[in-house]
């Protein structure tokens, strides 16, 4: 089958469309033809060789791990789903003609195959630092970072859960983060008093997304430490803060992709897409290492 890969780890320079063996639905997981494939930061910080474990790939690798697709092939031990169904889900080496998931849900007839793609990494983190954060319904939400790819998908669940989100964004996104129904704010000096502006009742959960928010602003906006959650600047839990990353006990990806299906069939949440064709990734790739994603970037095998 015909994937992106790489043979060493780099950047954008290094991805290749290569023919590679087809992978095969093991126990428990099914494999798609993929219609499309989402692009998260976490690609590049994989292909880069930034993770624990991704230094020097022993063979072609295929990254990826969002998708959607048409079910072709079912795992022993499956159940509630058949060859021919339509799919969005996470797996594993989804940047292919086909792709193995070891998450899914249905995906809505109404549904873009590009932006169910752009939904599931999206959906099972929003869902997680929610939870682990205590977020409530009737409260209020900041988000640092609600323009990118998990940071929009954050602020639509948290609104349809009756949240209310303070959001911040560059300028060029003020715009879009109105859309998504969050109140808009500018990141940079001053930030503090903007929310405060924004929000003059007090902010009672903070969700650092992008990771480039000083601490000292995340911790003064919100009544305790602990009510601070990251997902991208792990120093915070030497401060009292919360971080969350890999750890699979906190990832509950099946509830999260079941949540979402009933809000982007309601259009509760809608994801602007940027698509490009699989011998286009690298300028996918260098459009999300620039650090400014407005929505979610997703490849068409
Ligand atoms: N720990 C986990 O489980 C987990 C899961 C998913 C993602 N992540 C990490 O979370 C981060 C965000 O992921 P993503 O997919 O949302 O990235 P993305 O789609 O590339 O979006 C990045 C966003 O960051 C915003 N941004 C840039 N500088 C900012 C600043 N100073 N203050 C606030 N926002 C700023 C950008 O907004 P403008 O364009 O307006 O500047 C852009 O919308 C990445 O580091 C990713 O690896 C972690």
Redesign the pocket.
């Known amino acids: 089958m015909r994937a992106l890969t790489y043979t060493e780890n780099g950047g954008p320079e290094v991805l290749h469309v290569a023919a590679v063996p087809e992978p095969h639905a093991g126990p428990g997981r099914i494999r798609v033809k993929v219609a499309a494939a989402g692009v998260?930061?976490?690609d590049w910080?994989i292909i880069g060789g930034f993770m624990p474990g991704s230094e020097a790939p022993t063979q072609a690798t295929v990254p990826g791990f969002d998708a959607a697709g048409v079910v072709d092939e079912v795992g022993d031990g499956v159940a509630g789903v058949a060859v021919g169904d339509d799919v969005f889900g996470l797996g594993t080496g989804t940047q292919a003609e086909l792709a193995v998931l070891t998450a899914w849900a249905p995906k809505p007839a109404s549904l873009d195959w590009s932006v169910a793609a752009a939904a599931p990494?999206?959906l099972e983190?929003s869902e997680?630092v929610l939870r682990l954060v205590g977020a409530q319904p009737g409260q209020i939400l900041f988000v640092?970072?609600?323009?990118?790819?998990?940071?929009a998908v954050l602020v639509q669940l948290a609104v349809a859960r009756g949240l209310t989100v303070v959001a911040?964004?560059?300028a060029?996104?003020q715009g879009y983060l109105t859309e998504i129904r969050a109140i808009p704010v500018l990141?940079?000096d001053g930030l503090v008093e903007r929310v405060r502006a924004a929000a003059p009742g007090g902010v009672d959960v903070v969700v650092d997304?992008?990771?480039?928010?000083p601490a000292a602003d995340l911790f003064a906006l919100a009544p305790s430490h602990d009510k601070v959650i990251s997902?991208?600047n792990f120093d915070l839990a030497a401060e009292g803060g919360l971080v969350?990353?890999?750890n699979p006990a906190e990832q509950h990806p099946v509830e999260a992709l079941a949540e979402g299906v009933d809000l982007l069939r309601e259009n509760k949440i809608v994801i602007k897409v940027q698509t490009f064709p699989l011998d286009r990734a690298a300028e996918a790739y260098a459009t999300?290492l620039s650090?400014?994603?407005?929505g979610?970037l997703v490849l068409l095998p």
Do not use: C, E, L, M
């Open positions: 998260n930061p976490i910080k990494s999206a983190t997680r640092a970072g609600g323009a990118g790819g998990v940071g911040s964004a560059g060029d996104n990141y940079g997304v992008a990771g480039k928010t997902i991208a969350t990353g890999g999300s650090g400014h994603v407005r979610k």
